[in-house]
């Protein structure tokens, strides 16, 4: 992977973290690229750098960048000529009854325990360092990873709800950038398994970045052989970032 030299990215800095257990794959340590310094990385930096594939963690700006492996591809959205197919239509009909709002970023209880039950629910099984494993990080400990995750933006960034008869379903943490937006995290209600909340999300943040006349919706990376992140290769046409350049897939 190369370091990003255009103006104004040449004001920043980018140093590699040491290995960590990946989250995706199992059996594998990852490394990431970090942007540097943070107050550096506003919306029109980090405009720059989501175009060559880097994506935000709360006000870390980062892009995979281990030694042995080049699985986490980005891909995005290409919005103009995108038509969903059978059962993504399905699942937009069936959750027209959900109202959202747009929101700033901020914390909120209801946000937190919908996001600790999801959590719960679909990562449990995540690969864990063995050292990990024994530790017990407390309640605030939690908040406070939450809040720092989803909760802190140096960029222009919105929180979307989607309620169904007031209850909250589902939210959604939505970066917008020069020429799209960027799905960073969504967390919902996992009791239904045949809701398609998920699919629904995607189709949504589609059909609102059309409505802000934007051409792309980036989804972050997308991971073959991940069952949490295969999923992407679905919406189409969709273009990856491969050595350097957006190519049509």
């Not at 720059?48 to 880097?54: A, C, E, V, Y």
């Not at 039950?117 to 908040?143: C, D, G, L």
């Not at 919706?217 to 991940?226: M, P």
Request: net charge negative.
């Amino acid at each position: 992977m190369t370091i990003p030299s255009e103006p104004p990215l040449s004001k920043l800095q980018f140093y590699v973290t040491t290995g960590y257990t990946c989250g995706y794959l199992p059996n594998k340590l990852a490394q990431s690229l970090i942007a540097t310094p943070q107050h550096l990385i506003d919306a029109h930096i980090y405009s720059g750098l989501i175009q060559q594939g880097f994506r935000r963690s709360g006000k870390f700006a980062y892009r995979p960048h281990c030694e042995s492996c080049r699985e986490c591809i980005p891909v995005r959205v290409m919005l103009n000529d995108f038509v969903p197919n059978r059962s993504q239509k399905r699942a937009y009909k069936h959750h027209q009854n959900l109202t959202t709002t747009i929101l700033p970023i901020a914390y909120h209880e209801e946000h937190y325990e919908l996001y600790a039950a999801y959590q719960a629910a679909r990562h449990a099984e995540s690969e864990q360092n063995p050292e990990q494993e024994s530790e017990r990080i407390t309640e605030i400990e939690k908040i406070e990873q939450y809040q720092s995750f989803l909760c802190q933006t140096n960029v222009e960034s919105v929180m979307v709800e989607f309620r169904e008869n007031d209850q909250l379903k589902m939210v959604s943490v939505i970066d917008i950038v020069l020429d799209g937006i960027s799905a960073v995290y969504t967390f919902y209600d996992t009791s239904d398994p045949h809701a398609s909340l998920g699919t629904y999300n995607v189709l949504w943040q589609v059909e609102w970045a059309k409505t802000l006349n934007f051409p792309y919706l980036y989804l972050g990376y997308w991971i073959r052989d991940s069952k949490k992140m295969a999923y992407k290769q679905n919406y189409k046409p969709l273009e990856m970032l491969i050595d350097g350049e957006w190519q049509l897939i």
